[in-house]
């Protein structure tokens, strides 16, 4: 039969960037913004603003903190900053736009909530070992994260207010001269309150405390999965004990999180143009027979190299009928003269990241029958890109896609002419048993409380990869 050839196409970067190469075409589309609101559209905190002065900026203390400050790292972050391209004023913002979706859920929830305090709790990621006192590379939980601009574990944001959670509290670990010696600096209070702009900090081990005497009668916290078990254990379950049932606050940060400012469109495009880099380069050292395990370390290098963290996620490198497997990551079988070679990889750049697929022959040259269903995947991926508007759904593309591989599997004898419509969608999913694409953003399946089900809105970030 036919080889197995699979365009599955995310992003070359945030916006539709030129390419001179139709291989590297950008597959991520961000919607254009028009006249929205500095908000979420259709919540009622389009136009927050941050008062002048509301953040009292203090000088970062002249040592190394928990992570880069424009202090130590002028080479990446300026003064204002609190991580990479993002400003004390966007965070706060943030927080803000959260504090109005609380206000209007507690408007909808009756009178007794709209003046009730409002406690909002949200926990960092731990440190997590792969073995004994090994650990892995810290990632931070992308929810805390977003609120705070705060890179090190064991920490914790608290929203609160009557009526409006609009005060904020964090909690970082405390400064430990013996720990630092073995795992490096700590921001401690003063260097949190100076980096982030927020007044109030205490150390980690107070948050129990300070939860108990806020008093809230409405709590909005995620327990089902908690971030940080050992925080969640020690300091939030006693106010979930003596309290009500907490309210999830996860749908409301992913529909903050689904629209990206101007900045976090920068962050994006910079790490789509990083990684279509990497992949050019990848692709010029291609040769047959190649080891999927140099292509891998070809990718990763040059993704590190060019100014990304780290890669988003376990890059899958198939050659042959290995792309059928959707998420192969062995990456360790060599792949033959003649044979087509998946990559789909990406990297993260102060907390955003790209996601792109792309296949290719390992020696360089197309046969006939791979060109023909590269071409047919392509196509069908051009038309879905030209459907990217707000008003339309992930999901009406994805229908649309199922259509547009089914006429080209016709027109390419993979189904017979005599095919109902009905069973050729029906083989369109066989050969495309993935949806069309999926927010991106913070995370590479950004925001999954949001459904594909749901219009576009301008400032949102897809990605478009139709395959078969």
């Known amino acids: 039969g036919r080889h197995a050839v699979t365009d599955r196409c995310p992003p070359v970067a945030a916006t539709m960037l030129p390419s001179t190469s139709t291989l590297v075409r950008s597959a991520v589309k961000l919607l254009p913004r ?10 009622p905190c389009r136009n927050i603003s941050v008062k002048p002065g509301g953040l009292k900026p203090k000088t970062v203390p002249p040592r190394y903190l928990g992570q880069p400050s424009p202090y130590t790292h002028p080479h990446l972050i300026k003064h204002g900053e609190v991580t990479p391209g993002l400003s004390q004023t966007e965070y706060e913002l943030r927080r803000q736009r959260l504090a109005s979706l609380i206000e209007a859920q507690g408007d909808r929830l009756g009178p007794s ?47 609160y207010g009557k009526g409006r959670p609009d005060q904020a509290i964090l909690f970082v670990p405390r400064r430990d001269p013996g720990k630092e010696l073995w795992d490096g600096p700590r921001s401690g209070k003063d260097g949190a309150a100076a980096l982030t702009g927020i007044e109030r900090v205490h150390s980690t081990e107070e948050l129990g405390v300070v939860l108990k005497s806020l008093e809230g009668t409405l709590l909005w916290y995620d327990s089902s999965q908690p971030a940080h078990p050992r925080l969640h254990q020690a300091h939030v379950c006693p106010v979930l004990e003596a ?35 990497a992949f050019r380069r990848t692709m010029a050292l291609s040769q047959g027979d190649v080891d999927e395990a140099v292509l891998f370390a070809k990718f990763d290098f040059e993704n590190r190299i060019h100014g990304a963290n780290f890669l988003a996620y376990p890059p899958v490198v198939a050659g042959g009928n290995r792309a059928n497997t959707l998420h192969y990551i062995n990456n360790n079988q060599i792949i033959k003269d003649g044979e087509m070679v998946l990559l789909d990889g990406g990297c993260e750049y102060f907390g955003y990241v790209s996601d792109i697929t792309r296949t290719w022959p390992v020696n360089g040259k197309f046969s006939p029958a791979q060109a023909e269903l590269y071409e047919a995947v392509l196509e069908v991926q051009r038309s879905c890109l030209s459907l990217c508007s707000p008003g339309v759904s992930l999901d009406h593309i994805y229908n649309t896609m199922l259509a ?65």
């Open 34 to 43: 028009g006249n929205w609101g500095r908000g979420c559209v259709g919540c």
């Open 113 to 159: 909530a709209s003046s009730s305090t409002h406690v909002v709790i949200v926990l960092s990621h731990p440190t997590r070992y792969m073995t004994n006192d090994i650990p892995y590379p810290f990632h931070q939980n992308q929810d805390f994260l977003y609120l705070s601009g705060i890179l090190e574990p064991d920490s914790a944001l608290v929203l």
């Open 243 to 277: 309290g009500p049932m907490p309210h999830s606050l996860r749908p409301l940060i992913h529909s903050l999180r689904a629209l990206k400012s101007s900045a976090e469109v920068a962050l994006m495009q910079e790490a789509g143009h990083i990684t279509a880099q």
């Open 404 to 468: 547009l591989l089914g006429r080209q599997l016709r027109q390419l004898g993979i189904v017979r002419a005599s095919t109902s419509d009905a069973d050729v969608v029906k083989a369109a999913r066989r050969y495309c048993p993935h949806h069309v694409g999926h927010y991106l953003g913070m995370d590479v399946h950004d925001t999954p409380e949001l459904s594909r089900s749901q219009p576009l809105q301008p400032g949102m970030a897809i990605t478009i990869e139709p395959g078969i």
